[in-house]
């Protein structure tokens, strides 16, 4: 067993050793066609940048770096020249920004230039990166089954361990993380080799080439399955973590993956049906309306499907069920933290100032998400064209820029997913996600749940509030006996899994203030009037 | 304003600061010599197995000492004199109080064995305990522990999560069976060896060895066996730790005898906590209680006394809680080892072995007297208001799915369980759906 699992490591590195080797390997030549296509696409308008990359880029043999590098310069060095001009042409003039050029202008350009090895021997390398990385993964976890002895709560060695203890590896899989985060979302004109891997997947799936984004939710899936594995070794004795792992799992596979890469198939927008505004900020721009209104029936539908999903079901079901019902059990971004993130889910900060940020940084997300969605709203009923200067020299376009980059990329990204391995595994579901104050803010103050203390039985020993993944200080609660009501709580069970006394239990219950949160004094032996306690009972 | 101190850091003491504070401007001072700050002795084992850093053992931020205005002065007392109202530190200092708080708690017991100073020889009870623990496992091949109690098994977790060999010896022909009932206790047996500790039953310590640097190196035991080791726990019990207090005037037995208000014979002193002793037990508990929750019963009762609203102790119906390695243990009223008299038992587990309940009631009146239960979590409220109910057996089988508090989806064992008591005596009761409304009654 011992063997099986030191293999799946090595299995695992090699993958991994394959994956980033392949982002330094590889050549791209630019034909004269496609060359002239992206011009055209691009509005490129500047005959000097055209002279130049033509000379330079067209039917040459060169790196991702090499190539990238000449379109930048030459980004540069023209706008230099038009700049110098009397008579600035600011048509010709590209404005070139880190998180934008590349992944727009780049991107594209090199997308289907790739020549030589990789382009032919895509199977391969699919089995080499992603296979190996997947057959390790599940080598590593399986032989637990055995390894952990009996079933049971199984954190020994957590804080002892470099990886999940801020230590070394914790801090090397952080800037792996982080890496492949800005690679994705900023500059994926230097991952055309693995996205190059799952094209045979996404043909099959939905006829067309895989693009970064397809790659990233490939990945998604297979390492929330490998993940889901281990909860499940994990887990084993614990039904409503088996049970919940397996629907968060489901919902990530068939909603945010399968479905919409076959509604593409055949010419349906893509579209994932659990994916609730305001978590989903692009829902209201004005091109995703009219791509869905204009999509027939089913656009329809999913204009309709989506409004509803926010203003009614999302709130019913929080008030039944708690907000968990979304955010540890349909959710994408919980479905990685709950899967993923497991092992780093010790590291939240549990500490009063944490709470305080979160309280401010999380509603301050929730009102940007409606400023901009109102904006965005606004200028699209009035028919303001969306790049329109609306005042302070600031158009709807701007407002969406900015929370793409800052919220969008930058929170949930970035922050939220790569820093797992620091901050623990909801830095963004506590400190960002809008959705998550929204649903918040209806569990706390109108909802059937609540995390009941179970009587005088605490013994205050912590590991609740150690494993909380959102820093609820769930102690604090349990040992003066009162039941656990807090916005930011998502459900998942974890406190009570690892409470040795049985004090937690998560619970739907008649929602009155004295049941939901009132504490029971006699139990805690509080009862100094007893006569009054005869008379009550 | 009275200045209030209090002399032990642990679970009653601190409650009784918070409760002072709550209720009134008193000054408050603490005084532990083991840790800066409160932390949960229960957790001390998490650390070891890297559950937990000793700061999560922490219930309160360091800056709440301060805001609370409770201040914390790390010393041990040397002698404490009523008269003058005055204690001794360990530091040479001094320090007056108009009303003294003892909640010094307890000390692992060793009943002169040889070789029980030797080093790498230790209780399980203290931060500096479980620092003595950390210490010396770094090279053990072998511990053995001594005392088979929940200290003793919790030990014996620590150890084996660092995959050291252990030894433990119980003194009883099963564990912990002055406690509980032989079908428990053999339940237990199992999930020891299961654990793969070296479990000697009815084995008693005779000796502790010493090698040439004066550290544990085997022990030796009543079977006339020596097993090499060295570390060695010795896990059999605790007594309170009172024994500065020899000369203070302060009526002492095992611990510090205290009356109903938790007062001592001493006026304005106090004892609360592992370190009290009733003059009377109260109902059937035990004169001295270590528990966790009677020692914040107990701080908050002297709370309300020393804020003038003098109170008694009223620890209600008994109710315990522990974990056995995988298996979890609940009970509330009382399931002795052995039925009295008067008493009848029902005994359901289930056929893995891990879960079972043992329910013990009146054998005429059938009123409900307790419950132990295994791997199945109970709602403490509903078996309290059941024992001051006086609830036949029949209505808290009738009612158990209300009191179940396992997590949702778990397997859910009342039908079973009722099949079985109707079956071995000719009733026929069946059970009721769990409801809200009876729950919240």
Known sequence: MKTIKNTGYIITFLGFAFFIGSLFVGTYKVTPKAYQQWIDNKGIKSEIFIKNTQKELVNKELSAWKLSNIVLDNF????????????????????????????????????????????????????????????????????????????????????????????????????????????????????????????????????????????????????????????????????????????????????????????????????????????????????????????????????????????????????????????????????????????????????????????????????????????????????????????????????????????????????????????????????????????????????????????????????????????????????KGQNIVRASCVGCGICSAVCPRGVLKLENGPDTGKTRTEVDDILLGNNIDLLNMTKKK | MKNVVIIGNGIAGVTAARHIRKKSNHKITIISAETDYFFSRTALMYIFMGHMKFEHTQPYENWFWKKNRIELVKAYVDSVNTDAKELVLDNGTSLNYDDLIIATGSKPNKFGWPGQDLKAVTGMYSKQDLDTITHYSKDCHRAVIVGGGLIGIEMAEMLVSKNIPVTFLVRETSFWNKVLPAEESEMINRHIKEHHIDLRLDTNLVEILSDENGRAKAVVTDKGETIACNLVGLTAGVSPNVSFLKDSGIDLDRGVLVNRQLETNIPNVYAIGDCAQQHQAIGERRAIEAVWYTGRMMGETVARTICGKPSEYQPGQWFNSAKFLDIEYQTYGWVWAKPRENEARFYWEHKDGKKCIHINYDKDSKEFIGINTFGIRMRHQKFDQWLHEKQSVHHVLEHLKDANFDPEFYAQHEDEILAKFNLENGTDLKAKKKSWKRIFA
């Open chain 1, 76 to 479: 540069k060095k023209s706008n230099t020249y038009h700049k110098n001009q009397s008579n600035i042409d600011w048509n010709k003039v590209v404005h070139v920004k880190w998180s934008k050029t590349s992944k727009e202008y780049i991107y594209p350009l090199i997308r289907n230039a790739a020549t030589g090895w990789f382009v032919n021997h895509t199977s391969l390398w699919f089995f080499l990166t992603f296979g190996l990385t997947i057959l390790g993964g599940l080598m590593v976890f399986v032989p637990d089954y055995k390894l952990l002895g009996p079933p049971g709560i199984k954190n020994n060695g957590i804080f002892q361990h470099s990886a999940t203890n801020r230590g070394i590896i914790g801090f090397i899989t952080a800037f792996f993380f982080i890496s492949f985060y800005i690679l994705l979302y900023f500059f994926p004109n230097y991952i055309i080799n693995p996205i190059l891997a799952v094209n045979g997947v996404s043909k099959a799936l939905n006829g067309n080439p895989a693009s970064q984004w397809f790659l990233y939710g490939f990945m998604y899936c297979s390492v929330m399955t490998v993940f889901a594995v281990r909860m499940f070794i994990k887990y084993r004795h614990n039904k409503y973590q088996t049970i919940r792992t397996a629907v968060v799992l489901f919902f990530q596979i068939a909603f945010a993956f399968l479905i919409p890469e076959i509604l593409v198939a055949f010419n349906k927008p893509w579209f994932d049906f659990k994916n609730a505004w305001p978590l989903n900020y692009t829902f209201f721009f004005d091109w995703n309306l009219n791509n869905l209104l204009n999509s027939g029936n089913l656009g329809i539908f999913m204009l309709v499907w989506g409004i509803v999903l926010t203003a009614i079901v999302v709130p019913v079901m929080v008030y039944f069920y708690g907000k968990r019902w979304y955010c540890s059990w349909v959710c994408g971004c919980g479905g990685l933290a709950e899967t993923l993130g497991d092992p780093y889910r010790q590291l939240s900060d549990k500490s009063l100032a944490a709470w305080k940020i979160e309280r401010w940084l999380v509603h301050g997300v929730l009102v940007f998400a409606i400023a901009m969605t109102g904006l965005t709203l606004y200028v699209y009923f009035a028919e303001i064209p969306s790049w329109k200067e609306i005042g302070l020299g600031i158009s709807a376009y701007d407002v969406q820029n900015w929370y793409g980059f800052l919220i969008g990329s930058m929170f949930a990204g970035v922050i939220g997913t790569g820093f797992y391995p620091i901050l623990g595994n909801r830095v963004w579901c506590r400190f960002g996600c809008p959705l998550a104050a929204y649903l918040g803010l209806v569990q706390r103050f109108k909802s059937r749940f609540r995390i009941t203390t179970n009587g005088g039985q605490c013994i205050s020993c912590g590991n609740c509030s150690t494993y909380c993944e959102q820093g609820i200080d769930v102690r604090a609660y349990a040992q």
